[in-house]
């Protein structure tokens, strides 16, 4: 047994040995063929590496766990291949298992996202901190790291591909004249893309989107560098707020009619 | 080792090469047969080109993949047909796989939407960016990204095909005369086929959809070329809040009728 | 190899044949038969032909494709038998395509609707535009075409087949006389029948539907010919909004009582 | 081949012929027993007779379908027990096909409900129009037919087997008698049995159902002949409204204290 | 085959004698073991007598139906025991009726709920009114009778076991003295017991439950006999509301504080 | 048979007697190690005898009923190995019954909870009446009786181990001085623990923690033993609603600022 | 049979004994390697020693369970390899238990959270108390014990890897000058870090968050220490509300615009 628990320590750091080995020979041949013919983008480069490596870790560690398993009399092989009630159980409890390493390999082969984008899953959104081929972790903008299984990483939204579109909904009375509010905004946001370099294009003033009960809301959308469209929104609607004032143009409070009715009518009805 | 590894580099390259080659030959094929006397639709044609190339990417990987693994010497065909613990695992982990690609056939093969089209699946709308026969990737009108697997896209609502309808609904006030009201209406929705070429005949009025606690709501429908419902929704809900504010018809707040009562009423009952 | 290819082109045409030349035969084999002694509905005809037609599209291109899959090698018969990781993966993933087929064979063979019923799933309702073997297509009133797999039309209503219910409810206020108003509502109601010919009967006042906090809820059912009870609610509405302003019954606003109460009484508490 | 469609058509009329001939045996077996001296109820011999023509028919269609497969040369049986991927695909595709059956047998066999009962199922309600081994229809009273495959309808609840019972809840003002009220409301009560005869007994008062925010709630029941509750509650809401009124008892609106105090008081602390 | 109906026809006629037989002989052994030395309790017993009965029945019908089938040539053993693709269907397909059964016969052996108990599943509640092997029917209070697979009575709640709770909460003013409100209160709970035999010993006064906006929330809660809490509750609330007349405390509307501004402060900031 | 139902009767009678014998043979095993020096917690040991009892009561059940049918000819054995379709359904139908007891069996042995305990699963909370191996009773505080099986218990809360924690939020107005309000607050706190010894510790405040629309509201949490958290907080609402009183500080209703405006404004744009 | 009791127990002790032994081997080990030149985190260290207990004592229980079943003779070896009906129920019975363990591992292996970690599961949230190979114990921050098995940990959310951000919204008024109320922020903003430690850097802020109905909500962040939150934001407001109260800035309660409208208008209507 003394025998047995030095192969097995023998065999631990052997496999440890192989992945460090095998990841700087990795990053050395990726170096290498930077200065060959053969041209690739980085983002690209990045993504092949570490699925490489991944693949490396795991494959050594599954290796190693099979060998030093067998050095204690189990007969993994056998175990894996038979399909008793415990096979079953173990088939089924691990089918979850594969289908988060074949899902992260098509993240990773698919490059749907990298590590930095902004992305959103079913569940959570946040920036991206570390893709792997069993789990990816996504780190909100509270701090908060959120670890998600790639098999729950069904469909993905990915914020930072395309430019982002900020929205300001803007309230003006209806006893108010809309043309005027309008050319107000619309002078107001030709203004914009000189102050603020984000914007991409003049903000555009969609129109009435809503004839609400004490308000008529115009929309405005401006197209930004990606992930800009939150912080831009809050800039819009503080220059809004300040070209009305400066107009006269009112932003209105909620409404009512209000009609005052003698008592006596009612208390008739319930004097019948 | 190293003539597995100089293999392995040569079915690599060799699968590019294939890869390219293959998608220029199907181009070409397509090209030739236009001028020939078989004749279909040129979004027929991308639809078979796409779905021949994806074919050819797709087979030519996983040959290649397969050929590798036996450079060095796993025997994938005996893994695959051997249905023991891993096997069973593997097989329900992958079903999703296989769901994904018979989805993406079939939606390439019956054309239900093109890239360009604006559509909707169970969580995401956006228009069709790319169709590929594991992921489709659709673009909202904000700037996101959503990757979605075909096999999530089950039932699908294509919004590019039929004339699309905007819905105005229109408050009037209870007092207000609901006949001249509806008048007005008409008559502007005739003049607008003329200054909006969107327009697919004259807008219709329904007629009173609800009868609000506080106003009559009216309901315009129009009907327009494909995704100009929302802008020409916005355009008609201008329209007609200036043409009723130039007829003085009101479009009414919130009301509430109010009955003060003297508070003695209750002191009497809370002093019995 | 190039024997190959064109053994696939000859079994594509030749598939492309078969089915031009099988639809045309069902079609005049039908027609022949409306003369002869065994008769059946027109709807239950197309129903049959559709059947046919798709029974017949399907199973050639199946054929076709195992053909073509023989051409270049591949045994797709022990493929199809074999049962290894592979197949378990493919059974699975394949499973809604067989329950698809399934359910439409039943949606055709039970003539549970037709095209230009007005149908509503789970989750979409519209008219039917297309029934096929695999998936049905619906378009809604706004123009969006939904495209979606038999297998999830599980359960349908058809709007098509009885005739329609229209619903309004009208309030009138708790001051005025009840009676009186039901009166002035069964008066209209039975003069609508020969205004709006879409009705079948006089519509119907079922009664006090709801005593509200600030009015009395009074329930108008009209039953008309299938899919006319939007349109003949909304007139149904305005009829006894007018009727009801001739009369001079009031429908109510929101009411509130209030009691106006000093200050002072609070303040003595909070100085206590 | 010709041989063949004349087999089939044959088989086809021969099917038909057995279904027709099969079905008024039945008939005539029930019909003769009525008159011999084992009794049962007609609404379990309507049972027995469906489910003896509905097991007719799908045995007899089945067994077609499989003669006219063999005539086409396919080994039906060889396929049914074979168990490749098709079979696996086509097994799980199938077992909805199975459910619906064994419900729809369970249905028909327990009389969980007949034609003309009114039922509610997890997703719809209304009167069973038609039940089948595979669907079943149900009609809402707006006039929607509802198709639910018999394996949908799991938990299924029946109005018509039962009394059920109206319920009205009424609103009283904190200020009034209560005493005064509930003595009104139960004088009232008393006189409706003669003039409703769907009303099985005294409607009873049972008490003050909630301490509302502006109202006392009261609760009043009344137990009546199936699915007559709808409308009695309708009734006896327009029978309390008016006893309520002509004794003077205030069914009250929404009520509100309000205090006004000064705005000197904020703005000196916003001086502060 | 007129042998094959004859002998069907002495299944279906011995069948049903065995189970009659069977019954009776079940119920007379129970009551001669009622006066031997082994005794068991009677709602125990009954539950028994269902339990065997139900067994019987579902074992003669089985039998019977096997050999009905048999009669007719149609090996079942073999087709039970052969796993093709029409196994695997009806395997899945029959899942829920197994599960059902086994469901059923431990909520009998277990005495989960017997007839006339109040229980709640996790969609309905009523009175038992049948517990089968299958199935279970309850019926609510108004008249509806839910028909349930046992199946699907996963977690059951049981009403009828222990003694309820009957919540009643008041509100007092802010305003009010609560000390007071709180020694009303329970000067009238110590005379509740002797005025209602259903409550089991005084009920108590928990104290200030909810500090809400315009109200002091007291809860009082008071112990009563199985499935008397709703009456109870309305009872209480009746008895709180007269003495806290009676007493001269208020239960308060809702309040609202209002500042009165002068509009010109805003007309002067648009004005600027 | 006679001699078939006679041999049941003894095996019915044998398994009781064996259930008796070997549960006191267990209570004596553990009433004797009490002595010894092998010791274990009570709790532990309360645990470990259910375990035990548990098991040989169902698995004494168990031999019984095998043995029986055995006795009428039925082979068990041969049945629970074979694997045709009856064997497919009721493996799948017996899930839930082996997920029951597996979850049962950890519950159990892991002392997840005991009886007594005041627990909470995904549906219902209450404390614990009975553990079994299959199913665990639940009461909640309003006298319901839930039965669970133990499958159905994924994820348990238990109250009962750590210290609970009263919350109460307490609103003052925005014109009133927040620092004399948490000082008057936190002298109360001071008093508290010398009044209620379930307190463990002074509660605190914590801060403001909501600027709401009409109020600053203010948390204070007080830790207390378990299960006290409900009685606590309403004893320190009501403390702090009367030392609040005292020092005259308000806790406010809610407010609005309402602006009078001339109608004629309005009525001049609608004569525009 | 007393042998074979005599053997159970020898088997439990020594099961025992080594469970007892190999945990401290385990913990010696590693306090050895920690002298030597392979260097490891304390916190990784810590995993890896509860990984291998919780390995241990599992394999051990294991193994003693099996070996004393096969002492009183039943052959577990041939029972978990049979495939039979109770080998598929125990099975699917079993597969959360394999799910739990595997999943259990990842948590340990990958250090997704240790003990003392605030974590956010699918359900629950709170402080981890244990982590375990099958469950996970975590304590909310009312003194709640979750209980939780590791399957159902699929999606975790870690709060106490990177520091947390503290949100404030603050309300100010529409008439108010909001460049005076973002400088007044914003000048207290710089003065908070030297008041308190657990602030990163100075609070943000972000700008005009959202255009209410009746105030300009502006939003402030601050980068705090991990976990310290939601007691920073609770600070933060109250300086924020005392800061706005000295300079005069108006923290604005719900706003509305009245205009009282004579009765006779809408008499005159209902008089027409």
Redesign the interface.
Same mark, same amino acid.
Request: hydrophobic residues 40%; glycine residues 8%.
């Given at each position: 047994m003394g025998l047995g628990i030095g192969k097995i320590i023998v065999i631990f750091l052997f496999s440890f040995l192989i992945i460090r080995v095998g990841k700087s020979v990795i990053r050395n041949l990726f170096k290498r063929r930077r200065r060959g013919p053969f041209q690739i983008t980085p983002r690209r480069e990045t993504t092949l590496i570490k699925l490489l490596e991944n693949t490396l870790t795991y494959t050594v560690y599954f290796a190693a766990v099979i060998m030093m398993l067998e050095t204690i009399n189990i007969q993994v092989g056998a175990?894996?291949?038979?399909?008793?009630?415990? !096979?079953?159980?173990?088939?089924?409890?691990?089918?979850?298992?594969?289908?988060d390493?074949?899902?992260g390999f098509?993240i990773i082969f $698919?490059d749907?996202f990298s590590v930095g984008d902004y992305i959103?899953t079913a569940?959570?959104e946040g920036f991206v901190e570390e893709i792997g081929l %069993?789990?990816t972790k996504i780190?909100s903008?509270? +701090?908060?790291? =959120?670890?998600?299984?790639n098999g729950?990483i069904?469909?993905?939204?990915? #914020?930072s591909?395309?430019?982002?579109?900020a929205?300001v909904d803007?309230?003006v009375a209806?006893?108010g004249d809309?043309?005027t509010a309008e050319q107000t905004i619309e002078e107001l946001l030709k203004e914009l893309p000189e102050r603020y370099e984000e914007l991409v294009g003049v903000p555009e003033l969609? !129109?009435?989107?809503?004839?609400g009960?004490?308000d008529?809301v115009l %929309?405005v959308v401006a197209?930004v560098i990606?992930m800009e =469209?939150w /912080?831009m929104a &809050?800039?819009i %609607?503080?220059e809004l707020? *300040?070209r009305l004032?400066?107009r +006269?143009?009112?932003?209105?409070?909620? &409404?009512?009619?209000? #009609? /005052? &009715?003698? $008592?006596e $009518?009612?208390l008739e009805? $319930? *004097?019948?």
């Open positions: 175990l894996l291949a038979g399909a008793g009630i415990a !096979g079953l159980a173990i088939g089924f409890g691990a089918q979850n298992l594969v289908k390493i074949i899902t098509f $698919e749907q959103k569940n959570f %069993r789990t780190k903008w509270t +701090g908060l790291l =959120h670890i998600i299984p729950s069904n469909e993905v939204t990915n #914020y591909i395309h430019n982002s579109v929205i803007i309230s209806y006893e809309i043309a969609l !129109g009435v989107q809503n004839l009960s004490s008529v %929309r197209e990606p =469209h /912080s &809050r800039k %609607r503080k707020k *300040n004032d400066e +006269g143009i009112e932003i209105p409070f909620p &409404r009512l009619v209000m #009609y /005052s &009715r003698q $008592e $009518e009612t009805i $319930e *004097n019948k």
